[in-house]
Each structure stands twice: as C-alpha cells, then as structure tokens.
C-alpha cells in the first residue's frame, strides 16, 4: 500500500536528479547528493499513532459489516550527516519568543537581530556567535520564511568506527542537520524550499568554520 504524496517524490527525485527508495510497506524516500553530502528525505510513522480508514461503503443499516483499515500516522523527516568543528548546536522552529530568561539544556531562546526572523520564529542555540554567523545569509532566511511549519536542528553526536589494513580503529563523531514535520509533505514547491535550504545550510557552515569541508563516508540507504 502506498499513501498520498509517494508519486509526488517519485516525480521530484526525478526534477532535481536524485535517487527514490522504497524500503517497505509505509516507509519511502528521496537521496539526493550535493557535492559529496548526502540528504535524505523519507517517511517516519509517528510513535503509537494510527488512524481508521474507511475502505468500503456501507449502507446505514449494515453498518456491522463496515470494512475498517488501521494504518500508522506518517509524517516526513530529513537528515545531512556532516562532520562538525565546533560544538555548535541549534533549534529553530515557528512560534512566539519563550523570553530572554528561558533555558533548555544550557541553550537561550535568542534574538539574532534581525526584526522579521526574531519576530518569526524561536532560535535555541548554544552559540550565539555562530548562529548569527550563520543566519547573516538572506538566501537561508528566505527559504526559512518559505518553508512552511520550519523545525530545524542540528542532531548530535553520531558514531562511525573505522579500521584500517593493519587492524587499528578509529572513531570519530557526525552530526545531523535535521528537520521533521508531522505529516506527508508532497507540495513541489516546499520540497524544493527544503533540499535548498539544507544546500545552503551546508555551504554556509562550512564557511564560518561550524563545519568539516569533507562529508562523513557513510551510506544512509541503498538507493542505488
């Protein structure tokens, strides 16, 4: 069973020349390459959610036969894997200021100073420097103001372990640019304003030093 929104990505990975997988009964996504990054779109079902689907109509007086179809909550996430610098974490998402006293994890909902973005939406960073640094770029907040329900962050500490000819490991930590909303996105034009931003994202971290100039060598999925 595919659901609403799964030929729209089939099309687009096609516009923008990225791979379409298909890993399971309610599970899809897109991979796209840009440089040697990896982005990733695909589907996630929401935790302990399904919903009711009528699939048969049924007359009023036969209502004890009434067909229903449990089938899970989806919603649409994205991740870019890259090597950080600095210990540099964000959260950006729609909503009204939580006040300049307000904490999470050590991190202040902060104001970047710029009047259309502060008043816009709610920045939970723990580098204030940084995230002004990489928000004095109006193609990022352009595509942020385009994007609509905008849940952006940075996920951290991933682990890859390396072991070379003679035995020896190394390890070393990725992050993940992240954003996820609660629903199936399949509008081209806001799939589009995503994969850009994380583009521009990228690019941009990678000037103000916040991130590695090389990708983590990694496979996210088989799209092949």
């Not at 589907?43 to 959610?49: A, Q």
Request: hydrophobic share 40%; aromatic share 16%; proline share 3%.
């Amino acid at each position: 069973m595919y659901f609403e929104g799964k030929y729209d990505w089939i099309d687009f990975a096609k516009y923008i020349g990225a791979n379409f997988f298909h890993l399971g009964e309610y599970s899809y996504g897109i991979l796209y390459k840009h440089y040697d990054w990896q982005i990733m779109m695909d589907t996630f079902r929401k935790p302990d959610s399904i919903w009711k689907a009528l699939i048969s109509s049924q007359d009023e007086d036969d209502k004890a036969n009434t067909n229903w179809m449990e089938t899970p909550i989806l919603g649409t996430q994205v991740c870019m894997p890259f090597i950080p610098k600095k210990e540099f974490e964000f959260h950006i998402y729609e909503g009204k200021r939580l006040g300049p006293l307000s904490k999470l994890k050590g991190k202040k909902d902060r104001i970047i100073g710029d009047e259309k973005f502060d008043a816009n939406y709610i920045v939970i960073v723990n580098d204030t420097t940084l995230i002004k640094e990489l928000l004095n770029n109006d193609k990022i907040k352009e595509l942020c103001y385009k994007i609509i329900g905008l849940n952006l962050k940075i996920k951290q500490n991933y682990l890859i372990e390396e072991v070379d000819v003679n035995g020896n490991i190394t390890h070393y930590y990725f992050n993940n640019l992240y954003f996820e909303t609660d629903h199936i996105i399949s509008d081209f034009n806001q799939l589009f304003y995503i994969f850009k931003l994380f583009t521009c994202l990228i690019d941009q971290m990678v000037s103000i030093g916040a991130a590695e100039a090389i990708a983590p060598d990694i496979t996210l999925v088989d799209a092949s």
